[in-house]
């Protein structure tokens, strides 16, 4: 490759790595494997050695992924939190002993060898021992305090016997019975259930309320330390009986290794077995025994250089492609979704299989009773990968893509530059759930109590079609309804009515124009002021607006030559919504744009309210640190933050009181 299509192919992964990590982290939705993640993961990592002019300061490979939304409060961790690297094979683990041991000169070592649960990581904080507070991974350095939600989890001791200040890291995870329960009741109640066990766990850390964290029956395990006062233990094997003997629950299945062979030997005993445990494992984890060693191995900016991850193989089965059936998304995308004969794979029973798109089952060759091989991939989404072309009798039947929505008939479209067909029709009723449910969420109509299952009572009863109607139903009819209370439903009324006062660039999110998301919304509404003015707008206007490119712009445009989009936003602007910034948001504000970033603990300000401080004074907070930043908003603990804006040298670094001093102004 020439050197432009080298940074060309740089910048392309680093934007797919943080797309599958937002899918990953923030969303507890990924659409690929672990597998295919670190493959992208690597690729990056190789180009950035070889042409390290290329590399971006704000690189993936230089951070770990983060979970941090911004819902809770962000708290530095005293010792960072990193990830673990991953090896897929018995060649790259042996290369990892041996670079340990040459890193060491020692060529005899003892390692741990522990089963890896697939959750989501824990920091613990205890002092005089006593639980201060629960904290995500998030980016490793800051992460998300999720303390009320975490003391529902039986598993986690609220005090201790230890009384020195320390950090306990472990894994919270959603054992499989719970899983399926849970998956039972939100089926039931019309919502969508889990993927996996991790994505349910990650959801559950994270609800607004925590009494229904406790619904959710998590548990825990742990097996790590961050910061100690005293260096009193010595060994990883060690520290594991400490943590039993203080109450904590962990890992049953830990053994003692001297040699590759060992090692080896028992992750090839759990591979098998790991769909017997009543949670989930994705692999083992190598440790260095010695904590001495540890330290003189130290880390690398994202991973410690003394444990690695040995992943398992995704489990592939055979079994018969019966027919080809089609979902309708809520942007219209059509998926096509396999239906086989039911196998047992990966510890459950699957009968479904996305098939992604058209191309896709053409790539495969695909025949209707064609016997496939299917993976669950990353131990998430079942997928067809390949045919068994031997077990064809010419009885099998060719694909035929449908021309026509399978719910409402409308003739499907497809983009040139696009691999999806679609159903332009948004009163399509396969899509008015799922579009009702992004209305009512919290980043746009913030509609407390229109829940999934309350939308889906509504949209099953036929009570509501659009947007308009949520504002037009008589709501008094629901409490005729098993599971409506009068209150809950006076409270719903309020909601409604509450609801529009909503300004401009929310109301704009909520509509779900393709590709507007919350940032782009907020831009868009603030350029044109109102929806009138976005209305008229031409492509080649709208992509002079900064950060709105050609793709938005035509699906902008797109979205207003629809008729009864147009007519859905004047019933919308008729019911009162807002629909144009007011005089007083119009005002110039004293941040307009400039991009921060925070680290570490304010004195008088949480994470939150310093973000809607600049945010309400026109200022846009990012969560990394790259060129395009002015200013680092300097608290207690900073993290890696603080080196990596040193090192760019433009970006200014203040203090909370030179904010506060230039909202003043």
């Given at each position: 490759?020439?050197?432009?299509?080298?940074?060309?192919?740089?910048?392309?992964?680093?934007?797919?790595?943080?797309?599958?990590?937002k899918?990953?982290?923030?969303?507890?939705?990924?659409?690929?494997?672990?597998?295919?993640?670190?493959?992208?993961?690597?690729?990056?990592?190789?180009?950035e050695?070889?042409?390290?002019?290329?590399?971006?300061?704000?690189?993936?490979?230089?951070?770990?992924?983060?979970?941090i939304?911004?819902?809770?409060?962000?708290?530095?961790?005293?010792?960072?939190?990193?990830?673990?690297?991953?090896?897929?094979?018995?060649?790259?683990?042996?290369?990892?002993?041996?670079?340990?041991?040459?890193g060491?000169?020692?060529?005899?070592?003892?390692?741990?060898?522990?089963?890896?649960?697939?959750?989501?990581?824990?920091?613990?904080?205890?002092?005089?021992?006593?639980?201060?507070?629960?904290?995500?991974?998030?980016?490793?350095?800051?992460?998300e305090?999720?303390?009320?939600?975490?003391?529902?989890?039986?598993?986690?001791?609220?005090?201790?016997?230890?009384?020195?200040?320390?950090?306990?890291?472990?894994?919270?995870?959603?054992?499989?019975?719970?899983?399926?329960?849970?998956?039972?009741?939100?089926?039931?109640?019309g919502n969508?259930?889990?993927?996996?066990?991790?994505?349910?766990?990650?959801?559950?850390?994270?609800l607004?309320?925590?009494?229904?964290?406790?619904?959710?029956?998590?548990?825990?395990?742990?097996?790590?330390?961050?910061?100690?006062?005293?260096?009193?233990?010595?060994?990883?094997?060690?520290?594991?009986?400490f943590?039993?003997?203080?109450?904590?629950?962990?890992?049953?299945?830990?053994?003692?290794?001297?040699?590759?062979?060992?090692?080896?030997?028992?992750?090839?005993?759990?591979e098998?077995?790991?769909?017997?445990?009543?949670?989930?494992?994705?692999?083992?984890?190598?440790?260095?025994?010695?904590?001495?060693?540890?330290?003189?191995?130290?880390?690398?900016?994202?991973?410690?250089?003394?444990?690695?991850?040995?992943?398992?193989?995704?489990?592939?089965?055979?079994?018969?492609?019966?027919?080809?059936?089609?979902?309708?998304?809520?942007?219209?995308?059509?998926?096509?979704?396999?239906?086989?004969?039911?196998?047992?794979?990966?510890?459950?029973?699957v009968?479904?299989?996305?098939?992604?798109?058209?191309?896709?089952?053409?790539?495969?060759?695909?025949?209707?009773?064609?016997?496939?091989?299917?993976?669950?991939?990353?131990?998430?989404?079942?997928?067809?990968i390949?045919?068994?072309?031997?077990?064809?009798?010419?009885?099998?039947?060719?694909?035929?893509?449908?021309?026509?929505?399978?719910?409402?008939?409308?003739?499907?479209?497809?983009?040139?530059?696009?691999?999806?067909?679609?159903?332009?029709?948004?009163?399509?009723?396969?899509?008015?759930?799922?579009?009702?449910?992004?209305?009512?969420?919290?980043?746009?109509?913030?509609?407390?109590?229109?829940?999934?299952?309350?939308?889906?009572?509504?949209?099953?009863?036929?009570?509501?079609?659009?947007?308009?109607?949520?504002?037009?139903?008589?709501?008094t009819?629901?409490?005729s309804?098993?599971?409506?209370?009068?209150?809950?439903?006076?409270?719903?009324?309020?909601?409604?009515?509450?609801?529009?006062?909503?300004?401009?660039p929310?109301?704009?999110?909520?509509?779900?124009?393709?590709?507007?998301?919350?940032?782009?919304?907020?831009?868009?509404?603030?350029?044109?002021?109102?929806?009138?003015?976005?209305?008229?707008?031409?492509?080649?206007?709208?992509?002079?607006?900064?950060?709105?490119?050609?793709?938005?712009?035509?699906?902008?445009?797109?979205?207003?030559?629809?008729?009864?989009?147009?007519?859905?936003?004047?019933?919308?602007?008729?019911?009162?919504?807002?629909?144009?910034?007011?005089?007083?948001?119009?005002?110039?504000?004293?941040?307009?744009?400039?991009?921060?970033?925070?680290?570490?603990?304010?004195?008088?300000?949480?994470r939150?309210?310093?973000?809607?401080?600049?945010?309400?004074?026109?200022g846009?907070?990012?969560?990394?640190?790259?060129?395009?930043?002015?200013?680092?908003?300097?608290?207690?603990?900073?993290?890696?933050?603080?080196?990596?804006a040193?090192?760019?040298?433009?970006?200014?670094?203040?203090?909370?009181?030179?904010?506060?001093?230039?909202?003043?102004?």
């Open positions: 490759m020439e050197k432009t299509e080298i940074k060309k192919r740089i910048e392309q992964l680093t934007k797919e790595i943080e797309f599958h990590n899918k990953y982290y923030i969303e507890n939705h990924p659409v690929i494997s672990d597998y295919e993640f670190d493959q992208l993961m690597r690729e990056l990592q190789e180009l050695n070889k042409y390290p002019e290329f590399a971006l300061p704000d690189s993936p490979t230089q951070r770990v992924g983060s979970d939304t911004n819902e809770f409060e962000s708290i530095p961790h005293i010792v960072p939190m990193q990830s673990l690297s991953n090896v897929y094979s018995f060649e790259e683990l042996k290369d990892f002993l041996l670079r340990v041991e040459k060491l000169g020692i060529s005899s070592l003892e390692y741990v060898v522990e089963q890896k649960i697939d959750g989501v990581s824990i920091n613990l904080l205890y002092e005089n021992g006593v639980l201060l507070y629960a904290l995500t991974r998030g980016d490793g350095t800051v992460g305090d999720i303390t009320k939600n975490a003391k529902t989890i039986r598993d986690i001791p609220l005090s201790i016997k230890y009384r020195k200040r320390i950090e306990i890291r472990g894994e919270i995870y959603l054992a499989r019975d719970e899983f399926n329960k849970l998956n039972e009741q939100r089926q039931k109640a969508e259930p889990f993927a996996n066990p991790r994505n349910a766990a990650a959801g559950s850390i994270k607004k309320y925590s009494k229904d964290t406790a619904k959710r029956h998590l548990n825990a395990i742990f097996y790590g330390m961050g910061f100690t006062e005293e260096n009193e233990f010595s060994y990883q094997y060690e520290f594991l009986q943590l039993k003997n203080q109450g904590f629950p962990t890992n049953q299945n830990v053994k003692k290794c001297s040699s590759f062979d060992e090692i080896k030997s028992f992750c090839n005993e759990w098998p077995k790991r769909f017997d445990l009543p949670f989930d494992i994705d692999g083992m984890v190598i440790k260095v025994n010695q904590l001495d060693y540890q330290k003189k191995l130290g880390s690398t900016a994202k991973s410690p250089r003394w444990a690695i991850a040995y992943k398992f193989k995704a489990e592939e089965v055979i079994t018969k492609l019966n027919r080809i059936e089609f979902q309708v998304g809520r942007t219209g995308a059509i998926t096509p979704v396999a239906k086989l004969t039911p196998v047992r794979i990966s510890g459950s029973t009968s479904n299989a996305t098939l992604h798109n058209e191309d896709e089952i053409k790539r495969l060759q695909l025949k209707i009773g064609d016997y496939v091989k299917v993976v669950k991939s990353g131990e998430i989404i079942p997928k067809v390949g045919v068994v072309f031997d077990k064809r009798d010419g009885t099998e039947k060719d694909f035929q893509m449908i021309k026509r929505c399978p719910v409402c008939h409308t003739e499907l479209v497809r983009k040139e530059d696009e691999v999806i067909w679609r159903c332009p029709n948004v009163s399509c009723p396969a899509q008015i759930k799922r579009n009702l449910e992004h209305f009512a969420s919290r980043n746009a109509m913030d509609i407390e109590g229109l829940g999934t299952s309350v939308i889906a009572t509504l949209a099953d009863k036929n009570f509501v079609k659009n947007f308009a109607d949520l504002y037009k139903f008589d709501y009819k629901l409490k309804l098993e599971g409506f209370e009068e209150k809950s439903v006076q409270n719903l009324i309020n909601a409604i009515e509450k609801s529009k006062s909503i300004p401009f929310k109301v704009l999110y909520a509509i779900g124009i393709r590709y507007v998301g919350v940032k782009t919304a907020r831009i868009l509404a603030k350029h044109f002021g109102s929806i009138e003015n976005l209305r008229k707008a031409t492509v080649e206007e709208l992509s002079e607006v900064p950060e709105i490119g050609e793709k938005i712009a035509l699906s902008i445009v797109e979205y207003f030559q629809n008729e009864k989009n147009s007519e859905l936003i004047d019933e919308l602007q008729s019911i009162g919504l807002q629909f144009q910034i007011k005089k007083e948001e119009k005002k110039e504000k004293k941040l307009d744009g400039l991009k921060f970033v925070l680290t570490g603990t304010l004195p008088n300000y949480s939150n309210e310093m973000k809607e401080l600049i945010i309400s004074n026109g846009e907070v990012l969560s990394g640190i790259s060129k395009n930043v002015d200013y680092l908003v300097l608290g207690e603990n900073p993290g890696s933050k603080l080196e990596k040193r090192k760019i040298g433009s970006i200014k670094i203040i203090s909370e009181a030179k904010i506060l001093e230039m909202v003043k102004g």
